[in-house]
């Protein structure tokens, strides 16, 4: 589909801006059976959004989970279900269907939404590391630092910050003009092959000053990430107990697992991109798109003690209400 182009005539005139009417959304090349990649894929988001509202549901219903930290955790899971179903949906409709003509203004949207809950995601896990960071490294003062109000200042600020970063970033797609290929060498409305298309016709280099921009803004957070358990792995040797350091280590279990599964994908596809084929960086891009929303409420489950022990709780509740209504029916 490499012929879709855009009108060569209107080129002449450098003061129009081009819009086209569509882009072409390439995908994968030559692979076969790829079909069921997408059914995989599928499955995994229902997991994704039956996990995450179950978390949310949990968190929601019982007052034991209605604390600071828990304001995080349930944004992380409403993160996950909203990044999830920008992401999945299209894509199955995209290519298990065969419509991989996409309007311009959907793409823009698609890129907005998608990138968004992506820097949401990596900000989330920030905020859980800043939980871990202030109640190990200071204990006493957990209670006066995280509070309901700052963690919602700090998921508030978050989510105003992504929000304008991203709209940013669309605005200055709108002034550009694609006169050549409409072809995007992704599988879905990528930030980088989108702009990329109008480097022919039109000034690219604010749009690759956001294009760092948003790789900064969403490797900053890693490396916060990584600064504080630096400083928590120095607190637990202080602590002279082992049991009262393995106990304060696996507080942090959860959240270190949930922190490998997003950045290291990532950091393999961007740090190793000139090697990687297109069609394994789509996989693995894809693939970090859908597997951490979909392990996250696993991992809280079988990890966190705390909101284990509420969802037991709150399903034998359930169950009994279940059995009084049964009762009460016969």
């Not at 996409?102 to 990596?122: D, E, G, R, T």
């Not at 992704?186 to 690759?208: E, I, Q, T």
């Not at 890693?222 to 400083?231: E, K, L, N, R």
């Not at 994908?265 to 990687?276: A, D, K, R, W």
């Amino acid at each position: 589909m490499s012929y879709l182009t855009s009108d060569p005539n209107q080129t002449e005139n450098i003061d129009t801006i081009i819009r086209p009417p569509y882009f072409f959304i390439s995908g994968f090349i030559d692979i076969p059976h790829m079909e069921y990649y997408y059914i995989f894929l599928c499955f995994v988001y229902i997991i994704s959004l039956v996990g995450n509202t179950f978390v949310m549901m949990v968190i929601y219903m019982d007052n034991s989970l209605h604390s600071p930290k828990y304001v995080a955790v349930f944004n992380l899971a409403f993160t996950d279900v909203c990044g999830s179903t920008a992401m999945v949906p299209k894509l199955l409709d995209t290519f298990l269907f065969s419509r991989q003509l996409i309007s311009y203004n959907q793409c823009l949207a698609s890129l907005f939404f998608i990138f968004l809950f992506l820097n949401m995601q990596s900000f989330n896990l920030t905020i859980l590391s800043y939980d871990r960071l202030v109640a190990i490294c200071c204990p006493l003062r957990y209670h006066m630092m995280v509070t309901h109000r700052s963690m919602f200042q700090l998921t508030g600020a978050a989510w105003a910050f992504a929000v304008f970063l991203m709209l940013l970033a669309v605005c200055l797609i709108t002034r550009l003009s694609f006169c050549r290929s409409l072809v995007i060498n992704s599988y879905f409305c990528d930030h980088g092959p989108l702009y990329r298309l109008a480097a022919p016709c039109s000034d690219v280099v604010p749009n690759k000053v956001m294009a760092y921009l948003i790789s900064t803004v969403l490797f900053l957070p890693m490396v916060f990430i990584i600064s504080s358990y630096i400083c928590i792995t120095h607190a637990l040797f202080t602590i002279t107990l082992p049991q009262d350091r393995v106990r304060a280590l696996k507080t942090c279990t959860s959240h270190l697992i949930l922190v490998a599964i997003f950045y290291l994908p990532v950091n393999f596809t961007y740090f190793l991109h000139s090697i990687i084929p297109t069609n394994a960086r789509i996989i693995n891009l894809s693939l970090t798109s859908v597997l951490p929303p979909m392990l996250n409420p696993i991992i809280y489950v079988l990890k966190t003690e705390e909101f284990k022990e509420s969802a037991k709780k709150l399903l034998s509740k359930r169950r009994a209400q279940r059995a009084v209504v049964l009762n009460q029916s016969t």
